[in-house]
């Protein structure tokens, strides 16, 4: 006796995936694809930049003496493990990090206090509107000066550099706070400490934060101006005296090492923001 034949139905119920696992898929794709697009934007950049230095273009710009990636790959593996280098590299990571944890710990509680009090930001903000426009490049000559040694001295342009996009940061988290949260924390009896730490706080958090991403940038940009100008160490005297010595693979080797210590350094900050405000995560 012949089996029947399964129906149309039962057949595509076998190979349909259910919603769960459709759900999960488009999911997995979802991030997937930011990771994709990353490294398809990378690929082409590189290939634009091989062609371009083989070709030796003249068009508007010129890749005469521009090495391609393929030269300055070779160079990072031949410069990268010395200690030489290595120590650079630390070198800067130790005056950025100092600088910045000295500017978000000045920059933050000021940016909360005078965010808070109306006499204190009329006597603090006109001062640093004053000194914020100018350049912490501006500060190199004061800065020797007025510390004794290059590291000092390196250490506090890159303070300079990081607080205030932290501070105005911090200030506009403040002025974002609903007033009707304020009201109904002390209409439950909250008093000004617990206002502070319970609604100010949290409602500035997410600015405080992009003000950390952001000052962690320029403090980055400090640093390396101030090492190539006054420095006899760091990552940025390692690019100036590549191009003192016309070695310029080793300048694009710099250019690229700083812009991978800064994407770990944002990317660090940023897991620090999720960790310190989970409910973002829920919205």
Known sequence: MDMPMPTEPAVLAATTPSPEAAARRRMRLAKLRPLALATLAIAAFLAAWQAASATHLDFFLRFDNIPAPSIVFARA???VPSADFLNDVIVS??????????????AVPTGLVIGRYPIAHELVFPL???LRPVPAIAWVPISIMLWPTDFQSIVFITFLGAFFPILLNTLLGMRRVDPVLVLAARSLGAGEGAIFREVYLPGAMPAIFTGLAVGMGVGW?????AEMISGQSGIGYFTWAAYSLIQYPDIVLGMVAIGLLGLVSSAAIRGLGRLAM????TQ
């Open 221 to 225: 940009v400090s640093v390396i101006a």
């Open 77 to 79: 593996v031949a410069v």
């Open 278 to 281: 989970p409910w973002l995560a």
């Open 93 to 106: 990571c130790e005056r950025v990090f100092l600088g910045f944890v000295l500017a978000a710990l000045a």
């Open 128 to 130: 640093c509107e004053i």
